[in-house]
């Protein structure tokens, strides 16, 4: 199976992880553009580029697109771009009119503009960093109650966010016309960063009441229309190591983790099961009280049992803590011997990332006609040494490139050993700072 794959950035999640998981299946071919034409932290994609490449490939059998490339050159640039609507439906009706030409199933994903509660302004405009809590309330306050008592934003700053916001939810409402047009096979619209209210709410609910699949996520959801995009379904038995806690909901979203679970689930293209006749077990180490976050000081009850791997096919969300692994749990974990049974495992970000990259990689494992088991072990290597080692402990150390070596490499030796097979590990900082690390296998 050929698939053309437009990720949402250039970061190792968006290009470097889709790459690892589709070689677990060699029968799979995941064509992808030049990493270096695709947004970053600070600049947007080369469209032009990205847009002759797809136009120029052949034999395939899908594709799998990031809108938000195409339309402002990737999700950061979505909230940066000052563009015109004009000029960006200039650029989509470009893209509509090759995705018409290649009859294929398309599978895409278009992000809502996300409403962070903070004043970091590192992956939004300048203004953020004094106005960015102030423009939440006004959200928060517009939706919740229709109006703000006092409105503490200049009005320049206020009109350029809100025409930003429109512009964006109105090409939103154009890809919801090209849905009813036969265009897509799936679409779904993003939100992260959620809160109970605020204008993405009030835009995804619109986007519903128009037709439209929205998904809390986003990083995850071009691996779970790869997923999809398989065309077989899979069985998945969730089982919860808290299982009274499946009501609780994960930071920066706003379902259940329960709901979340069965979500990824069913976007991923597979069937909710019960464990008596799933295909796979999906374990999920969720939390008690409030989910932990190891690197912003937020603690929770770390996993306290036993885990017993079962002798059947399963894999393993560890979504106790966001943004890394649970230490307590992992240790439990590495007492049991890994083999043909064990699916995967994954800590990355927040518990939608976790899960949507998670399921992809089981299900790819699970129907593989061609199994890679070298790509499948070095795929987990990936994991642990990003999810827990790097951020569970050595991000917290602060470590500079030229040091994060030194701290890993008692960490990659328990990884190998668990693993089973022995590489070169390289580290960067792709996007030059902390949050995430990138790691090459030699």
């Known amino acids: 199976m050929k698939i053309g794959f437009i990720p949402i950035d250039d970061r190792p999640v968006s290009f470097l992880l889709p790459e690892q998981i589709a070689a677990i299946d060699e029968s799979i071919e995941l064509v992808l553009p030049e990493r270096k034409w695709l947004g970053n932290l600070t600049q947007g994609a080369d469209v032009n580029r990205l847009l002759k490449w797809l ?11 990031s809108l938000d490339t195409i339309a402002y050159g990737g999700l950061i640039p979505s909230r940066r771009c000052s563009d015109s609507f004009e000029q960006i439906i200039s650029r989509i009706n470009e893209l509509k009119n090759i995705l018409v030409s290649k009859k294929l199933p398309v599978y895409a994903f278009s992000s809502i503009m996300r409403m962070s509660n903070n004043t970091i302004n590192e ?18 306050c517009m939706h919740k109650y229709g109006t703000v008592c006092k409105k503490e934003v200049p009005d320049n700053i206020l009109e350029d966010y809100l025409s930003g916001r429109k512009r964006n939810f109105d090409v939103n409402k154009v890809y919801l016309n090209w849905q009813k047009e036969g265009i897509f096979s799936q679409l779904v619209f993003s939100k992260d960063d959620c809160s109970e209210y605020g204008f993405n709410v009030m835009e995804a609910n619109e986007l519903k009441n128009l037709g439209g699949f929205v998904k809390t996520g986003a990083d995850e959801i071009p691996l779970s229309l790869l997923a999809m995009s398989l065309q077989k379904k899979v069985r998945i038995a969730p089982i919860f190591l808290e299982p009274s806690q499946i009501n609780l909901i994960s930071n920066y979203e706003d379902v259940s983790i329960k709901q979340c679970v069965n979500n990824q689930i069913l976007l991923a293209g597979c069937e909710i099961s019960d464990e008596q006749d799933a295909d796979i077990l999906l374990y999920v180490n969720n939390f008690k009280d409030h989910q932990g976050e190891i690197v912003m000081g937020i603690q929770t009850e770390m996993f306290n049992s036993v885990f017993d791997a079962p002798k059947r096919p399963y894999m393993i969300a560890d979504v106790r803590f966001a943004n890394g692994a649970d230490n307590n749990f992992v240790s439990k974990l590495f007492e049991c011997k890994f083999d043909e049974n064990f699916f995967g495992y994954s800590a990355w970000n927040t518990s939608a ?3 949507g990259s998670l399921i992809c990689t089981a299900k790819v494992k699970f129907l593989a006609d061609k199994y890679n088991e070298s790509a499948f072990k070095k795929s987990q290597i990936v994991r642990f040494l990003d999810d827990w080692a ?5 991000r917290q150390l602060k470590p500079s490139l ?3 070596k030194d701290y890993m490499i008692d960490f990659e030796q328990i990884v190998f050993n668990k693993i089973g ?3 070169y590990c390289k580290y960067k900082f792709p996007w030059n700072r902390l949050f995430e690390v990138e790691v090459e296998l030699i």
């Open 123 to 140: 992956e939004e405009k300048e203004y953020w960093s004094q106005w960015g809590k102030k423009i939440f309330n006004y959200s928060y």
């Open 421 to 423: 097979i022995k590489c």
């Open 402 to 404: 030229s040091q994060i």
């Open 353 to 355: 990332n976790s899960l």
């Open 55 to 65: 136009r120029n490939l052949d034999n395939l059998d899908a594709i799998v697109v």
């Open 390 to 394: 790097y951020q569970a402990n050595v």
